[in-house]
């Protein structure tokens, strides 16, 4: 079975960190771009990240604009495990948290193959 498993949420107050995980098993998890989404209550669906596949000599990484310069996503093929590390975090940075793959390439289509059950982040004093 495909599973995609979110891990490393929770709470933390502004100006924190948190480090998500995305523990991948069941599919060919090196032949998959990964993706980071989030949805807070009452808002639509963002995309946050997206890293390509490891078929390329160029590993290409896309970033939301209010993410850049304080979010970084990585993977580790040897684990089957995507990360996303999240450094000064604002209030609004709260909602819950997705990983999801596609194939190969991040498309910006919002419509990956797989998608993780998704973590709770709740950034508050």
């Known amino acids: 079975q495909v599973q995609l498993v979110e891990s490393g949420g929770g709470l933390v107050q502004p100006g924190g960190s948190l480090r998500l995980s995305c523990a991948a098993s069941?599919?060919?998890?090196?032949?998959?771009?990964i993706n980071w989404f989030r949805q807070a209550p009452g808002k639509e669906r963002e995309a946050v990240s997206c890293?390509?596949?490891?078929?390329?000599?160029?590993?290409?990484?896309y970033y939301a604009d209010f993410v850049k310069g304080r979010f970084t996503i990585s993977r580790d093929n040897a684990k089957n495990t995507a990360y996303l590390q999240m450094n000064n975090l604002k209030p609004e940075d709260t909602a819950v948290y997705y990983c999801?793959?596609?194939?190969?390439?991040?498309?910006?289509?919002?419509?990956?193959?797989?998608w993780g059950q998704g973590i709770q982040v709740t950034v508050s004093s």
């Open positions: 999801a793959a596609e194939k190969y390439y991040c498309r910006g289509s919002g419509s990956p193959r797989y």
């Open positions: 069941g599919f060919g998890f090196y032949f998959h771009a």
């Open positions: 890293i390509d596949s490891n078929e390329s000599s160029v590993n290409r990484t």
